[in-house]
């Protein structure tokens, strides 16, 4: 399978977002066993020779985009770094059903860069750390949350504003 398309349309902090994700698959097959899941849906397209990727676009009602693109290798890193691995696949499902609520131990959330240093503030219990410059002010963080009894665990997806949308994003 080259490649699985997902999408779904949800409301954060009071917006309707459409939120596609593309999961392409690549030399290793990674997402080969998304093929059976009912919610992932096969689209012609790359994939297949190549590294496997999760492509993330988020389009308000308003017409901003926003959109990402996540390696096997970054995802399997960033869910390391947590102490909770999954691979790709793993976490393309656990994404799929955080969007459509089925997952009741897994949910999304959309933050601004300004709503994430807030909540690292809190955490920080006040500690006043000045934001770091270099994050563009303009960027989208699409927080996947895993939580069970004892834990929660945050995965932050960086999305970059699409001035400009490729035709290749607008087809997604």
């Known amino acids: 399978?080259?490649?699985?398309?997902?999408?779904?349309?949800?409301?954060?902090?009071?917006?309707?977002?459409?939120?596609?994700?593309?999961?392409?698959?690549?030399?290793?097959?990674?997402?080969?066993?998304?093929?059976?899941?009912?919610?992932?849906?096969?689209?012609?397209?790359?994939?297949?020779?190549?590294?496997?990727?999760?492509?993330?676009?988020?389009?308000?009602?308003?017409?901003?985009?926003?959109?990402?693109?996540?390696?096997?290798?970054?995802?399997?890193?960033?869910t390391s770094k947590t102490g909770n691995y999954k691979s790709l696949a793993t976490f393309a499902r656990m994404l799929s059903g955080a969007l459509d609520g089925t997952a009741d131990s897994v949910f999304v959330d959309l933050l601004t860069a300004a709503d994430l240093e807030e909540l690292r503030a809190r955490k920080r219990r006040g500690d006043p750390r000045p934001a770091d410059p270099a994050i563009p002010p303009d960027r989208r963080y699409l927080i996947v949350t895993y939580a069970v009894e004892f834990d929660r665990v945050h995965y932050p997806l960086p999305l970059d504003r699409e001035a400009a949308p490729t035709p290749a994003s607008l087809e997604r």
């Open 1 to 78: 399978m080259a490649s699985l398309e997902y999408v779904r349309t949800l409301n954060f902090h009071g917006a309707l977002y459409e939120v596609a994700c593309e999961c392409r698959d690549g030399a290793r097959g990674e997402c080969e066993e998304l093929a059976d899941a009912p919610a992932w849906d096969g689209a012609s397209g790359a994939g297949g020779a190549g590294e496997a990727e999760l492509v993330v676009d988020v389009e308000c009602e308003s017409g901003e985009r926003w959109t990402g693109s996540f390696t096997a290798d970054y995802v399997e890193s960033l």
